[in-house]
Antibody, heavy 120, light 103 residues
Framework: QVQLVESGGGVVQPGRSLRLSCAAS????????MHWVRQAPGKGLEWVAV????????YYADSVKGRFTISRDNSRNTLYLQVDSLRTEDTAIYHC?????????????WGQGISVTVSS | EVVLTQSPVTLSLSPGERATLSCRAS??????LAWYQHKPGQAPRLLIY???NRAPGIPARFSGSGSGTDFTLTISSLEPEDFAVYYC?????FGGGTTVEIK
């Protein structure tokens, strides 16, 4: 059973930065694309970013482009999301998710999520 | 960018009834559409991918159909654990969700 555990969330002031991590286990991490998806309070799911298995391909939602950076360390089985220039509208639960393929848009296993609150 | 419109927003049904959820895309997406179930405080769960393929471990009462711009998720007979929010998704876009609630 795939296991994905997010960490690094918290309460942060607008304009500041955070780095979210996602520890992956019970599957061959280096073979699959990975995603970040978020859910703001009272809202639906919003896709944030995807990275290919080898890290060479990365795509972002327009709402975070230029402020968020997705990366991975296959030697540590860990996915990251560097979130800079945070805005109040970035307040959300952030889920990492494994893709069904080496690169694609079919997240097939998800973590429980980590809370990020942006507030002064 | 594709816009996905889900209907209805809320579906009020009783256990044992059939649920039919719709997802309409603003442009043709071939068969590349997925459905997810999400319960509060839990990880979302992939139900259907490529419009009609059930993900591993998903009960047969869940089925997906459609192609092009119109897609449907059907739950043939609602079980108590099926009351949740359902999202369709195509590439980097999610629909707004349909809440299936107990009538």
């Amino acid at each position: 059973q795939v296991q994905l555990v997010e960490s690094g969330g918290g309460v942060v002031q607008p304009g500041r930065s955070l780095r979210l991590s996602c520890a992956a286990s019970r599957f061959t991490f280096s073979r699959y694309g990975m995603h970040w998806v978020r859910q703001a309070p009272g809202k639906g799911l919003e896709w944030v970013a995807v990275i290919s298995d080898d890290g060479d391909n990365r795509y972002y939602a327009d709402s975070v482009k230029g402020r968020f950076t997705i990366s991975r360390d296959n030697s540590r089985n860990t996915l990251y999301l560097q979130v800079d220039s945070l805005r109040t509208e970035d307040t959300a639960i952030y889920h990492c998710a494994k893709d069904k393929y080496s690169f694609g848009y079919t997240p097939d296993s998800w973590g429980q999520g980590i809370s990020v609150t942006v507030s002064s | 960018e594709v816009v996905l419109t889900q209907s209805p927003v809320t579906l009020s049904l009783s256990p044992g009834e059939r649920a039919t959820l719709s997802c309409r895309a603003s442009q043709r997406v071939n068969i590349y559409l997925a459905w997810y179930q999400h319960k509060p405080g839990q990880a979302p769960r992939l139900l259907i991918y490529d419009a009609s393929n059930r993900a591993p471990g998903i009960p047969a009462r869940f089925s997906g159909s459609g192609s092009g711009t119109d897609f449907t998720l059907t739950i043939s007979s609602l079980e108590p654990e099926d009351f949740a929010v359902y999202y369709c998704q195509q590439r980097g876009t999610f629909g707004g969700g349909t809440t299936v609630e107990i009538k």
